[in-house]
Each structure stands twice: as structure tokens, then as C-alpha cells.
């Protein structure tokens, strides 16, 4: 919504002529009449200028016109596309709904010439603005844009040629065609001036539409007559203090009936905001809350909204304040950077895949934690990491391959890891010969469901096996397109330095946290000088810094009964530590778990952690992360507040030990043992 609270020089909105649309309208009326400016731009159709002068004459505005004729040609189509197979460069195939975008997608993608950018309104624009960059780089390989009418939102895009799958589009209401305004907006897309394609051209996916798409592009737009109106929240509130005995959706039904409007103007539609009266009225005494909700833009179609809702109405009933999500700070968005030097982009922070299947806590159910994985991309987060070994036979893979099914895979950035050939209470094996490799890489692609992974680790390192053995068969990997990046996971300086010169590394995983900080002396200067990123695994240590809820009770279900630094003794020697930091975290008013990540995300751009977590309020939580502003001096505080001397017991599990990082050497090729290519911890 506009901001009409507010006083600026200059404004602009655009696509004025929506003032006339039934369900919308009212937000563009709104803005012409309500923003503060002493000069107000407005963009749009020319069918809206009778009555935007009209309208401006009650409000003594001062209105100038001024028409724009288009620069470059548009030329409409006598034939049709007829078939994907008939797609070319600088395309772009215009649907209406995601499912038919991914459908579209997937079908072009299929026929092997040509690979897809994806643009629609649900993408948060930073992504769309992402998409729209990758689509117009000559270098890129995505010369072809899959898009709904979201192409029109702000979005510069050098498309030559626009192809109409369909003329329909169901306005939340019914099927309709599309109108000659839309026709037109979308249409004007191709070949803009001064893009690459100085004509544009523009039909249609099948030969019925075509008398539609050429009478609206040959016709002028229908004069705009009314625009919307819906009342203020100020309005709705006064008028619901002179009915004091009436509900909530009785005033909303009152006002709407008796309200008296000028030619120039009709009610807009409003049946959502009649079905939020029924809710709010349900769990708010507060008459102000209750309006807050009508107003708020959502809709109940979405199941979502109406868990959502429900939720709020449990809190009200009791009359408790409403904390954690309407208190929260607002959501990051999270920003991207390139981890190593090798041209992998991934989100500044990643999400640990783990724990879904069970490690500190019960596993989760494959519904469940695809909930979870694709919350957390609709929030920023594009980096998901995971292993072969997590959860029984592989199922964290196979969770997160459903999960990318409904997800758009050049968007994620997906790394897994292999090596760890047998684990249970008694010993772990780790193999890392090229056969096992191979093996274990279609493996994973199968569970997957994918063509390749982004980024590729050995899990441990197999001390048994040059480890230019392994980066031979790692490196064929990258040529035969199954991975794209390489990385390694707790590898010692010596072996990451000896793996570089066979290929270069992306990425080195090790564990990183406040009490974890050793690599600090030897791999991440060693990173830093061969330009390899650090991937930052447990970063809230174990949970650790999670909250106080594990310190005190650790989950029935988690390996943490095990860890040295979480039992006996130790475990109350920490507790001070905890209690310290605790303190700390509220000194910079956020939770212990956000400054231990905010620690972790000022150690340099080329650290990213990849914080796990079964909740969603832990997810946003860990996101919120990324506002916390900390100075050098904060960040010693925060270092000195758990010093490594005091932190009691061992970062890892006996059982791994033997695999820790600065063990981690493998020998040269003429020194390989010659007993067995298996390493056997018992």
C-alpha cells in the first residue's frame, strides 16, 4: 500500500489505469488521492486520463498530459508458434499460473536447445530481478523467459519475440480473456527500445487465439468510467463507534450499504475482506485489531492464512499479547555472495539439512521437512547442504528431492557429501576411492532426483587414499556435468593445499563456532590464500547456542547424550559459559542463537554458515541473524565471553576422533598403504 502518511517531492505510480479494477482498485485510487507529493508522476494507459482529470478537478490539482508514442515497432504475428519445439533466443512464452510456468519450462528445457528464466508475481523480487539479469546476459545460458504478466513489474528485459500460451486467466473470481489492456501491456514487452532487439514481435502458442490477440492490439483501450473506492481504515473505525452494538462484519455490510458515491466511483469488490470480519471478529475484543485484520492483504483461499489465523485467534481468546511473529523484527532478505573464488553464488546463509532426518532431535517427517526446506527458500535462503549418511538409507536426500520438485532447481544451490561408507555405535569406516566415488555420486543423484549437484565433499577424509586419487575421479565428475563445484569437509591444511593443485577448490566444510574455533590458526588462512570459502557447519554449536532449552534438557531423541562437551561435568562447566553469553545476547537485544550466527557472519564474506533447525520460528529467528550490526569491539566481547581454555571436553564424538581435521593427512601416492583402501575406527 502506498505511503500517504508521508511528504516527498516527487512521486510515481504506475499502471494508474488499475484504478478501475474491481477487486484492486481501491489502492490506486487511494494513492491518486491520498499521497503527499508536490508532484505526482503517473504512468498508464491513456484510457484512464478522462477520469483522472475529472477526478483531479474536485481536488484543484493542476493536470498535465502527456503522451508517449512507442519508439521501436511492434509487429503481430499472421501465424502462430504452433509448437516449443519452434522457440528460439530472446523468447518469452507468457502463462498465467506457476504450475503451467514450470510445465512450459520443463517442456523447452526437454527438447535440449534451450534452457529457461522464470518470472512470475509470487517471486520475491530480488529473484525476479535475478532471473530477469540471467535472461538478458548474452553470456548466460538462459536465452529464453517462462513468465506470467509479472514482466511488466518494473522489469527491463530484451525480449524479441512474445508468445501468448494462452489468452485466458482466471481473475480469482472465473476464467476470463484477457483484456485489451493487458493484451497490450504484455504485448509492449518485446523488443523495448534500446534493448537488443530493436523490433519486437508478438503471437500466440496456438492459431485459435489469434483473432483476440490481433482485434486488441489493433484497437484502442476502453475508456476507463469509474474508479474504486473501499473505506479508510479512520472511516471504518469512526463509523463503528456509532454503532457500538453492531459486530464487525455488520458495520463493514452498513457502511457498504448506505454509502453514497459519485458517478466517478464504484465500491470495490469485497467478499475476502467480509470473510476476515467473520475471523477477526472471533478472537478480538479490540475493535482496532479487528479492522487491522480486515486490512490486512491476504487471502483465505490459501490454507496457510487460514492456520494462520487461527492461531491468532487461540492467542486472543485468552487476552495474552500477540508476541513472536507480530513483534519479530522484520524478515532479511537474506543477501548472496560467491563462496570461494570458482563462481558459485549462494545465499550469506546456508541451511543444514541434518537434523531433518534426525540428529538432535526425532526425525521429521518427509511432509514436514519439505515444509520446512521450502519456507526457508521463500525466505532468502538458496543453500542447502546435506549427506549420503543422513537418516536411514539415504533419506535426507530423498526429502530433499521432493522437496526440489516443487522448487525451482537453477535457483538452489545443493551440496551434499559422500565418503563415510559405515557408521554405528562401534566404528565408522571411510572409503574414498575413485570406484566408491562414482558409486556413491549416482547413488546420490538418484535419491536426489536431480541431474547434478552443485557442490560435492568427501564427508571425511580417507587417510588410506591419496587424496589426488579422489580428485581425479571428483574432477572427471565436473567434466561429465554430474557436479559443478568441488569441496572438501575437515581436510587438513596439507591435503587441502595437495587437492587444489588437481582441481580447484570451491570450498573447504568444517565445524566453526564460538567454541569451536581451531581452524581459525591454520585452514582458514590457508583458504583466504588459495581464494576457497569456508562452509561453517554447526555453527550454534550443536545447539549449544540454540537456547536455553537444550543446555538445561537435551532431547530425548539426539546423539548429544554422547558428545563429551554435553555430559557430566563438562556439561555444567559450559552452563556458565551459556549463562555469560545469555547475557551478552541481551545487551545486543537479540536471542543467544542470533548473536552466535552474527559472530559467525562478521568473520568475512567468505564464511557462510549452515544452520539446521526443525521449526520455523527457529528458521526466522536464525534469519534475523543477519540485522544484528556488530563492531570489532562487539565482536571481541563477544569472543572473550567464551574463551576456548574454558569450554570443557572435545568438539566431536570419540567415534570421530580419529578423523579430525589436523589428522586428516593422506599419503603420496608412492607412500599408499598397501593394506586396504578402507579405513577401519574401532
Known sequence: MADVNSDYACAVVDEIQMLGCRSRGFSFTRALLGISAEELHLCGDAAAVPLIQEILKVTDDIVKVQYYERLSPLVPLKIPLGSFANIKTGDCIVTFSRREIYRIKKQIENGGKHLCSVVYGSLPPETRARQATMFNDENSELDVLVASDAIGMGLNLNISRIIFSTLKKFDGVEMRDLSVSEIKQIAGRAGRYRSKFPVGEVTCLDAEDLPLLNSSLSSSSPIIEQAGLFPSFDLLFMYSRL????????????????????????????????????????????????????????????????TALKELESVHKVDFPVQGIMEQKPRMLVPRLKLGTQGLEVSKLGFGCGGLSGILNAPL???????????????????????????????????????????????????????????????????????????????????????????????????????????????????????????????????????????????????????????????????????????????????????????ESLPSQSVLDKHPRFVGENLEKNKVLYARFANLAAKHSCTPPQLALAWLLHRGDDVVPIPGTTKIKNLIDNINSLAVKLTPDDLKEIADAIPIDQVAGEREVVLFSKYNYKLANTPLEKEKLSSSQNTTIN
Open 243 to 306: 454503532h457500538p452494538m453492531l459486530g464487525m462484519q455488520q458495520i463493514l455490510e452498513h457502511f457498504l450499504e448506505n454509502a453514497k458515491l459519485s458517478a466517478n466511483y464504484f465500491i470495490t469488490d469485497c467478499e475476502e475482506m467480509l470473510g476476515l470480519t467473520q475471523f477477526a471478529h472471533s478472537y478480538s475484543k479490540n475493535g482496532i485489531v479487528r479492522l487491522r485484520e480486515i486490512f490486512t492483504p491476504r487471502t483465505l483461499k490459501v490454507p496457510k492464512t487460514q
Open 365 to 551: 517427517s518427509h511432509e514436514a521437512g519439505c515444509a520446512i526446506l521450502k519456507e526457508a527458500f521463500n525466505m532468502g535462503i538458496t543453500f542447502f547442504d546435506t549427506a549420503d549418511r543422513y537418516g536411514q538409507e539415504g533419506d535426507n536426500e530423498i526429502m530433499i528431492g521432493k522437496a526440489l520438485k516443487e522448487l525451482p532447481r537453477e535457483q538452489v544451490q545443493l551440496a551434499s557429501k559422500f565418503g563415510i561408507y559405515k557408521m554405528d555405535f562401534t566404528q565408522v569406516e571411510v572409503k574414498g576411492t575413485p570406484k566408491y566415488v562414482r558409486q556413491c555420486i549416482e547413488a546420490s543423484l538418484k535419491r536426489l532426483n536431480v541431474d547434478y549437484i552443485d557442490l560435492y565433499y568427501p564427508h571425511r577424509i580417507d587417510i588410506s587414499v591419496p587424496i589426488e586419487e579422489t580428485m581425479w575421479e571428483l574432477k572427471k565428475l565436473v567434466e561429465e556435468g554430474k557436479i559443478r563445484y568441488i569441496g572438501l569437509s575437515e581436510a587438513s591444511v596439507d591435503t587441502i593445499r595437495r587437492a587444489h593443485a588437481v582441481h580447484p577448490i570451491t570450498a573447504v566444510e568444517m565445524e566453526y563456532s564460538l567454541w569451536t574455533r581451531e581452524i581459525e590458526e591454520d585452514v582458514i588462512p590457508l583458504c583466504r590464500e588459495l581464494g576457497i570459502g569456508i562452509v561453517a557447519y554447526s555453527p550454534l554449536g550443536h545447539g549449544f547456542f540454540a537456547g536455553k532449552a537444550i543446555v
